[in-house]
């Protein structure tokens, strides 16, 4: 199977986005699968979320957009399983001249593709707006992981989301897909019982079992530059996001998570955050 795209994407914020990319990527890689985290937002934070300082960026995923010339190669952190492309505040003014730049919005994915048979997946963590980045995520997926937090009003923003994916498929991106629904910031209350019981009235079978717990634990560990696994790896969050991987796996058609890891926290081996660059 050609490696999977999986772009991490929701135009509201605060919903997990980030979160969920940095820690399905990770967990992806401790299948003994080989990883890469493409950081597509300005803010940066899933590449200071794996461990990454942003200024010691030389070149990120905004010079590999702006400049054809450039090769994906040349950006690509390498880490243990889990490389990194990373995104800093110069993307936001990367964004603005995209508009400007005729098939801006198709260059990711022509640069991804040129790397994409050295990678099992490749994860790309989205900007909570919609514009050219976002369309530039769409443009080079071919799944879609759609975080969906607990609040009243979860599904508002979904459907502009959603005529925006029917619109990429209509135009330059046909194959692509949502590959399902993730219910995050989850607790024991009666409104995220409400959100999953209306994501599935809307969604149906496109909705991931998992969901991802609130947690303390998954709220410090990318202040820490470190994924759940890192951090706390025997926490709820960690085994949610086994969970889950298990799931995204299933779906893709690439096996299961190892019982091992799945079974016994303590024996998941060490891992390395992505650090240091090839620049």
């Not at 040349?74 to 993307?91: E, H, Q, W």
């Amino acid at each position: 199977m050609k490696c999977p795209v999986i772009a991490v994407t929701n135009q509201k914020g605060g919903v997990g986005k980030t979160t969920t990319a940095i820690n399905l990527a990770q967990a992806l890689a401790l299948q003994d699968l080989k990883v890469l985290l493409v950081d597509l937002d300005p803010q940066g934070n899933a590449t200071q979320g794996v461990g990454v300082h942003l200024e010691s960026i030389r070149e990120s995923v905004g010079e590999l957009i702006r400049d054809r010339t450039m090769s994906a190669e040349r950006v690509i952190y390498k880490g243990d399983s889990l490389d990194l492309i990373a995104a800093t505040p110069m993307l936001s003014r990367v964004e603005r001249e995209m508009v400007s730049i005729t098939n801006s919005e198709l260059r990711l994915a022509q640069r991804l593709a040129t790397v994409r048979s050295n990678y099992s997946v490749i994860v790309i963590d989205t900007p909570p707006t919609i514009g050219p980045l976002m369309n530039s995520a769409l443009n080079a997926a071919s799944h879609l992981v759609i975080p969906v937090d607990s609040s009243y009003f979860a599904l508002m923003g979904i459907k502009e989301l959603l005529s925006e994916v029917e619109a990429i498929k209509d135009g330059t991106n046909p194959s692509l897909a949502v590959l399902g629904y993730l219910l995050t910031l989850a607790d024991p209350t009666n409104i995220t019982g409400q959100a999953f019981d209306s994501l599935m009235g809307n969604f149906g079978e496109q909705v991931f079992e998992t969901r991802i717990r609130r947690s303390v634990k998954l709220r410090e560990a990318p202040a820490l530059g470190k994924t759940i696994f890192h951090h706390a790896p025997e926490s709820a969050g960690a085994r949610d996001y086994l969970s889950l991987t298990n799931e995204v796996m299933s779906r893709l058609g690439i096996g299961e998570v190892s019982r091992e890891l799945a079974d016994n926290q303590a024996r998941r081996p060490t891992l390395s955050v992505v650090n240091g660059g090839v620049l």
